[in-house]
């Protein structure tokens, strides 16, 4: 069965840490993707990547960053965490071969 | 730019009734369209697609969605609602060369036994 592993469930962490999200699909997939979900905003585009060290900014970029140095592995980077950023981030993939896409199972950050 | 309207954002149905569960999309070209669920604290679910060809699409657990062009709308159903079915869900649209996902707002459903 196909995956896409986001490392942590839940994760804690304090005004002005720098916060590393990370995730990870077993399907061989360019397109990889960070959403973040607030209630009644639904689901957001935050960066996606087409490629190996490619990326591209979603609709909200502001104050993250992303690594893409292998093909498997899609990280997402705050720089400086404040409080506006406790959410929900999900991330995702994308096949080609049946435009399929592959969810993660989310990590949802509090920051303090 | 494209964008995706789920104009109800909670919907309360009896067990056993019919739902539907409205979407409008704003996508220049023919779009693909997408619904899914998610239960409390669980990652999104694929219910069905749409990309091309018959309009009326069936998708897992019973529901069904109509693609109408003209209506610019992909609404969601399910002739009899089961408790199992109280979740939120999104309609989305792919969009672009790079394969996005534009997600709407959501709609939370809750059933009543």
């Known amino acids: 069965d196909v995956k896409v592993t986001q490392s942590s469930r839940y994760l804690v962490k304090r005004t002005g840490e720098k916060v590393f999200l990370e995730c990870v699909q077993d399907m061989d997939h360019e397109n990889m993707f960070w959403y973040r979900q607030d209630p009644g905003l639904g689901l957001r585009l935050i960066y996606f990547s087409y490629d190996v060290k490619m990326k591209e900014k979603g609709d909200i970029p502001e104050g993250y960053s992303v690594s893409r140095e292998k093909k498997e592995r899609f990280s997402l980077i705050l720089e400086s965490a404040s409080t506006n950023q406790t959410s929900m981030y999900l991330c995702?993939?994308?096949?080609?071969?049946?435009?399929?896409?592959?969810f993660g199972s989310g990590t949802r950050l509090t920051v303090v | 730019a494209q964008s995706v309207t789920q104009p109800d954002i909670h919907i309360t149905v009896s067990e056993g009734a019919s739902l539907e569960l409205r979407c409008n999309y704003s996508?220049?070209?023919?779009?693909?369209l997408f619904w899914y669920v998610q239960s409390p604290g669980q990652g999104l679910q694929l219910l069905l697609k749409?990309?091309?060809?018959?309009?009326l699409v069936q998708g897992i657990k019973g529901f069904e969605a109509e693609f109408k062009r003209s209506q610019s709308s992909f609404n969601l159903r399910k002739p009899s609602v089961h408790w199992s079915d109280a979740a939120e869900y999104f309609c989305?649209?792919?969009?672009?060369?790079?394969?996005?996902?534009?997600f709407g707002a959501g709609t939370r459903l809750a059933v009543h036994p």
């Open positions: 995702a993939s994308y096949g080609a071969a049946d435009y399929g896409y592959t």
């Open positions: 749409y990309f091309s060809g018959d309009t």
């Open positions: 996508y220049g070209a023919t779009p693909y």
């Open positions: 989305a649209v792919g969009s672009g060369g790079y394969n996005k996902l534009i």
